[in-house]
């Protein structure tokens, strides 16, 4: 720096070089990946948001006029803010199937929800399947799994073997397996710090459904 060169010009010449050099980088790694891939992603952990950020991505796909698939493993016939909204206006984008009757302590009956949770794989894998949707959302399955209402196996074996090579599946619950992380192209644990049911608050309209 000279006497005439203020400080604040050379900070910014320095940053100008800094981010120059970054973006040369950043080229180098954008080359060496691919146009893109059907991916298979994970939402897990003890946080709040799991299906929050699966539906985020049925939104994105909505948006681009891309066509979906939701299936629910557990909420019931809760009315959700999201699947009201896709069944009063974007049915013709994304197909919504609750298969679920409640979480387990609610229906005591684990032969109904085993058989419920087996309709719901069947009618996942139908989905998947089929060319028109680009992405399949299958809320709360890692539940069903943990539970062992679905053979992991079986999920492993289909996702790795039959889903097409474009077509993306979200898997969203709570403990996901060690089998289906190992597969998973992406996956994101949800990591509680506070949560207002700690604080005596109950499920909120328009915040957890």
């Avoid at 493993?73 to 919504?96: N, S």
């Avoid at 085993?114 to 028109?132: F, G, H, N, Y």
């Avoid at 898997?171 to 207002?196: Q, S, W």
Wanted: some cysteine.
């Amino acid at each position: 720096m000279t006497e005439e060169t203020p400080a604040a010009e050379v900070d910014l010449e320095r940053h100008a070089m800094k981010m120059a050099k970054k973006k040369v980088a950043r080229e180098k790694i954008m080359a060496t990946k691919t146009d893109g891939k059907g991916l298979i992603m994970v939402h897990t952990g003890k946080g709040k948001g799991k299906t929050t950020a699966g539906f985020g991505m049925i939104f994105r796909h909505i948006a681009h006029g891309m066509p979906s698939a939701v299936v629910q493993y557990i909420k019931g016939g809760w009315e959700t803010g999201e699947r009201t909204l896709i069944e009063m206006h974007f049915q013709h984008l994304c197909r919504f199937y609750t298969l679920g009757e409640g979480f387990t302590w609610e229906t005591q009956d684990r032969a109904r929800d085993v058989a419920m949770a087996q309709k719901a794989w069947e009618t996942s894998k139908e989905l998947i399947r089929d060319p028109a949707n680009s992405m399949v959302l299958l809320d709360e399955i890692n539940i069903a799994l943990r539970y062992d209402y679905i053979d992991i196996h079986e999920v492993v074996r289909f996702l790795s073997e039959e889903k097409p090579p474009m077509t993306h599946v979200v898997l969203t619950g709570r403990n996901a397996r060690e089998e289906l992380i190992e597969i998973a192209d992406l996956v994101t644990e949800m990591e509680l710090v506070k949560h207002p049911f700690r604080s005596g608050i109950k499920a909120q309209v328009g915040v957890e459904y």
